[in-house]
């Protein structure tokens, strides 16, 4: 451009030259111009693209690990129920039934499966290739109807993780036995038992009602989800009034002084600080100060209330603010005190707002990992949690522990982890979109 | 579960406090109305607010002080030679405690005194809820009565209400203060105790970061230094990288979605860029960790590079694509901020598009977009995430990408994740770290709140 502003000025007499050597120069550098235009466009398409990429390589990659956890592979097992193993005494007492010797069980019958193995060793390879997940199937069969012992029952039981990795795929049989944690031995049997036809491939279950476990094809995500459930209900509850509090304090109430100023600065700077440090916080005051339980969703959902506390009252604050005065007005106009102005009109009119502005904190608390992780929600919890004293973890916490885990198994659980969040993000992100399209009014 | 039940109990009591006020004002006056001085409903807060919460938080103050109380009781009743032992030791023995007070741990094996002091820590703990309970239920009926007596016709009830609805509004506004006072003073302590053991400009300048403290003399590797330059080195690095990626790829498509996009195209890929921002970071550091960071190692083996599969590298990348819809959103903002006349004159000269934003828009929006990328900075430093899941545990001080380097966040979660003891050097020392990350972060914050402050008042 700068050759333009230069040739616009005269240079010679003030023929009319001049001119039409503007346009020409003019008409020269066009081209270059224009390319320049185009190059640019590219690269903010280009920006554009690379982020649409990476987002279309996250969930490929997150979906194309994790949807084959949603299936196990099981073996169908005559097992014969032997009194003289179960219940030797004869009396059918719950204790004997629940410490019964279910495991040698469930060898004979899967040993029967295979006559030829009788080296120790060989058998050791062999009962690896049953999850130790049976015997609870049998336990929990027995004990809920007594009468079957001394029966033979079909159940069906899961395989072990690493055969079931095999039969999804992920474990080749072309890697030199050295280097996979099937064995050649093993795969034959596999082999055998699908020509067999006792095989089969069923809904993992397992995965949606299950605690933690050591063994991936024990485990499940649900002791995660109510931890998450609980620690967002202490959220919740804690933050939502003290957000919505503060701000009709800040937006109708306060004088504009030093005080209210600090308040406003306090807000934007909390919003901004880094979560672990809120952890630490936890961490020194929750725990150490006030002796509250490690683990516990109950101080879990504190420490994300106080995070999240800064988001809520920024969206209500907006929302507040969109309420036009003259509804104010009016409602002082007809002898309503502030108070009453508030809470029977400017409150509700500005609820949607409020409410979206919640579900957004509330989906941001529900995958923050990293403060959870200093007040002891990181622990391997196999039970569920009743209540928010219990020890717990949460979902992004469980996919934290999982995705650390070596098991390849784990790798597809973590996926599959990672998916069930998304799609509760997913759904108070849109009820969010809901909330914000249906009720917002533009005044 | 107990106390949700007296939490319960007094939620009746309250709502029956609140009808009770309301049938009595109305009782006063015969069921005429219009000789209240306020409406009828405002007595029946009155009282309610009497019943209820005087009751609340003295079970509030109950369940906050409950374990310390309890831990002080049952630390003076355990036998001299165990109240002598060692802090640490003493805590373990209170765990101990606690945990057969619960009925979790198993009796066997524990001395007679343990499972004396558990059984009496157990029944302190009844005896206290007990106690605890009653009062409360005490108070919350004195509140009712007392109220109750209180309410006459002329009674200002609303106002009353409408008082302490302010002051709840107000305290309610105050929690953002306690919160910053309540990091600032706990990690502030807990540093300054560390910088007992460990001098600050030894943490603060020192080159070798080893935290694992002896347990042995003779131990090899666990020197305790604890030097924070290369902690501070490697997040400069894996955040300068995550810039590198941020910085272009989000103004650009910022500039894009406000400049150039048909409504059509921005109304897709503003979505997109949201959901890139809503995805929790614990997702990105798994995904690093799995296909990113191998995709590095395997690419650079091609060309004979060794690239660590805990690079710097790929933790940065990662993050930058975290951070592209915060920049993206941030920039457009300022966009859309400068004013259509400076856009059309420029047009007006005869400038082109992409000229016009090169020489125009981005100048005039520059303190804006500076502020916005401090910002994004700050997030970048403070992340955890995605660098503990992806980057490496080893103090390296190296300026090479392809290296494993430690952040300052991934070390405050190593240091603490674990069984810990509280008064080891090793412990306070993430705090001093997160001193370090907090006043960093908050003075990128200032600085950026004040640029884009002052950049806002220019146009408006």
Request: net charge positive; aromatic share 8%.
């Amino acid at each position: 451009m700068s050759e333009v502003v230069q040739v616009g000025t005269p240079s010679a007499a003030g023929r009319p030259v001049a001119v039409r050597d503007t346009k020409a120069l003019v008409a020269k550098s066009l081209k270059r111009r224009y390319a320049a235009e185009r190059r640019f466009r590219l690269y903010g398409v280009a920006a554009i693209a690379f982020a649409g990429f990476c987002v279309a390589v996250l969930f490929v990659t997150i979906f194309s690990n994790g949807y084959t956890a949603f299936w196990q592979t099981n073996i169908r097992l005559d097992v014969t129920l032997y009194p003289q193993d179960i219940d030797p005494q004869g009396d059918r007492s719950p204790k004997a039934l629940s410490t019964a010797n279910y495991q040698k069980l469930i060898k004979q019958a899967f040993g029967d499966l295979f006559p030829d193995v009788q080296n120790r060793r060989e058998k050791r390879k062999l009962f690896d290739m049953i999850s130790p997940g049976a015997t609870f199937v049998i336990r929990d069969m027995v004990l809920k109807d007594p009468g079957l012992i001394g029966k033979r029952v079909q159940i069906s039981v899961p395989l072990s993780d690493d055969i079931d990795q095999f039969a999804k795929g992920f474990i080749k049989a072309e890697t030199p036995e050295s280097e996979r944690r099937v064995k050649d031995a093993q795969i034959d049997w596999f082999q055998r038992l699908k020509d067999r036809d006792l095989v089969v491939t069923e809904f993992n279950s397992t995965f949606f009602t299950a605690g933690d476990s050591r063994e991936p094809e024990l485990a499940g995500i649900l002791g995660a989800i109510m931890g998450s459930v609980f620690t967002m209900i202490v959220t919740l509850a804690i933050s939502f009034p003290l957000a919505v509090g503060a701000s009709i304090y800040l937006e109708e109430f306060a004088p504009k002084n030093k005080w209210t100023q600090l308040i406003e600065v306090n807000i934007n700077n909390l919003a901004a600080v880094p979560s672990i440090v809120f952890g630490l916080l936890g961490l020194a005051v929750f725990l150490n100060f006030f002796n509250l339980p490690r683990s516990a969703p109950l101080v879990g959902g504190m420490v994300l209330a106080l995070m999240t506390l800064p988001t809520i009252i920024i969206a209500a604050r907006a929302a507040l603010k969109a309420v036009p005065p003259s509804i104010r007005e009016a409602a002082l106009g007809m002898g309503a005190s502030p108070v009453q102005v508030v809470f029977h009109h400017v409150l509700p009119l500005s609820m949607p707002g409020i409410l979206t502005g919640t579900i957004i904190g509330m989906a941001q608390a529900l995958g923050e990992t990293a403060p959870l992780l200093m007040i002891g929600m990181v622990a391997f919890i196999v039970d569920i949690p009743g209540s928010p004293v219990d020890p717990a973890t949460v979902m992004p916490v469980q996919i934290y522990l999982w995705s650390d885990s070596p098991e390849r198994a784990f790798v597809e659980r973590t996926s599959a982890a990672i998916m069930v969040l998304l799609c509760f993000l997913i759904v108070m992100n849109a009820l969010a979109v809901v909330l914000r399209k249906k009720f917002e009014r533009r005044w | 579960m107990q106390t949700f039940t007296l939490a319960c109990v007094l939620l009746v009591l309250t709502y029956f406090g609140f009808r009770m006020g309301r049938g009595r004002a109305l009782g006063l006056v015969g069921g005429k109305a219009t000789r209240l001085h306020s409406l009828p409903g405002y007595y029946g807060y009155y009282v309610a607010l009497w019943c209820g919460i005087p009751a609340f938080l003295m079970v509030a103050a109950w369940l906050t002080l409950e374990p310390t109380v309890l831990t002080m009781l049952t630390t003076s009743s355990l036998p001299a030679d165990v109240q002598s032992l060692s802090k640490n030791e003493l805590g373990l023995v209170l765990n101990d405690i606690r945990n057969l007070a619960s009925g979790s741990a198993a009796r066997a094996n524990v001395s007679p005194d343990i499972v004396a002091a558990a059984e009496r820590y157990a029944t302190m703990r009844h005896l206290g809820f007990a106690a605890m309970a009653v009062v409360a239920l005490a108070v919350a009926v004195a509140g009712l009565t007392f109220a109750r007596t209180r309410v006459t016709p002329d009674m200002r009830a609303r106002n009353r209400v409408e008082q302490t609805v302010r002051v709840i509004l107000i305290a309610s506004s105050t929690i953002a203060i306690l919160t910053t006072v309540g990091i600032v003073l706990s990690l502030l302590f807990e540093s300054l105790r560390f910088f007992e053991k460990i001098p600050a400009t030894d943490f603060l300048f020192g080159l070798e970061w080893s935290p694992q403290t002896a347990l042995r003399k003779d131990q090899v590797g666990s020197s305790g230094l604890f030097g924070a330059i290369p902690l501070f080195a490697g997040t400069l690095l894996i955040s300068f990288i995550a810039m590198c990626v941020a910085a272009p790829v989000g103004l650009l498509s910022a500039i894009y979605m406000s400049e150039y996009a048909h409504s059509r195209v921005r109304a897709v890929a503003k979505p997109m860029l949201e959901v890139l921002a809503g995805i929790p970071t614990v997702v990105y550091g798994f995904f690093a960790a799995l296909t990113v960071a191998p995709f590095f190692r395997d690419t650079g083996d091609l060309f004979g590079l060794s690239i660590s599969s805990e690079s710097a590298l790929a933790a940065g990348v990662v993050m930058g694509v975290m951070i592209i819809p915060f920049v993206s959103s941030l920039s457009d903002d300022v966009i859309n901020a400068v004013p259509q006349a400076m856009r059309e004159g420029s047009y007006g000269l005869g400038a082109t598009q992409s000229e016009t934003i090169r020489r125009v828009i981005l100048p005039a929006a520059l303190p804006g977009i500076v502020g916005g990328l401090l910002l994004a900075v700050s997030r970048a430093i403070g992340e955890t995430m995605i660098v503990v899941m992806a980057a490496g545990l080893a103090a390296n001080l190296t300026a090479n990408p392809f290296e494993a380097v430690t952040t300052v966040t991934v070390q405050i979660v190593t240091l603490l994740v674990g069984d810990q003891e509280f008064d080891s050097a090793k412990t306070l020392a993430a705090f001093a770290l997160g001193l370090v990350l907090f006043c960093v972060t908050l003075a990128l914050n200032v600085v950026a709140l004040t640029v884009v402050n002052k950049y806002r008042e220019q146009y408006e």
